[in-house]
């Protein structure tokens, strides 16, 4: 009975332990790998950043979603990493380096001046898909209900809501944050507070 009892007393901890990681990350946190550099330079390849699954999505939140069954190239669950730019009900224009979304000018500091300009391109929400030939949404002029609109940091080589259409909700698997093994401070902040301000006059 001796034995019985010491070896529970090392072993219910780590059972403890284990049940706790598993219920974490079914239903609230899990690491995530991020693969490519379509947000670089906020997150950058290989990075690990966390997944928090119910956490409100909102303008310029970094967001995980399964691409297979969004974008037409994807064959297999495979996990996209992007920013959400525009929520339902919004309208959306990039022009000359800006984005406006519902009239307002989108807080873009966070990436370079060429990430703005040249890697975003000129674009609507009504001329997007016919340019790219999206499967969905043949004539759109606003963000539909229960959909996003996502683009990569780095939009040169991003490839996102422009070329594919909107993100559903049910796809998406939660709200990405930066840890603190993050070393870079300004980085970190692209990801966990840009949210916070994402127009420029507010």
């Not at 969004?70 to 309208?91: E, H, N």
């Not at 963000?143 to 940091?153: E, H, Q």
């Amino acid at each position: 009975m001796t034995n019985i009892k010491k070896i529970w007393s090392w072993l219910w901890p780590i059972l403890l332990g284990i049940a706790f990681v598993v219920i974490a990350k079914t239903f609230f946190v899990q690491a995530v790998n991020i693969s490519g550099d379509s947000m670089y330079p906020n997150l950058q390849n290989q990075e690990k950043v966390l997944c928090f699954k119910h956490m409100a999505i909102k303008r310029e939140s970094v967001i995980v979603f399964d691409s297979y069954g969004v974008d037409p190239v994807t064959k297999a669950s495979k996990l996209y990493v992007k920013r959400v730019i525009g929520i339902p009900g919004d309208t959306i224009q990039a022009k000359k380096g800006e984005i406006l979304v519902n009239g307002h000018i989108l807080n873009q500091k966070f990436i370079s001046n060429n990430q703005r300009t040249v890697g975003t391109g000129n674009w609507s929400l009504t001329s997007l898909p016919t340019l790219y030939k999206w499967l969905n949404y043949k004539t759109v002029i606003r963000v539909p209900k229960n959909t996003y609109f996502c683009l990569g940091d780095n939009r040169a080589i991003s490839r996102d809501s422009r070329y594919f259409g909107f993100v559903p909700r049910n796809k998406i698997l939660g709200v990405v944050k930066a840890p603190l093994w993050i070393k870079n401070k300004q980085r970190r902040d692209a990801i966990n507070r840009q949210w916070q301000t994402p127009f420029e006059c507010q």
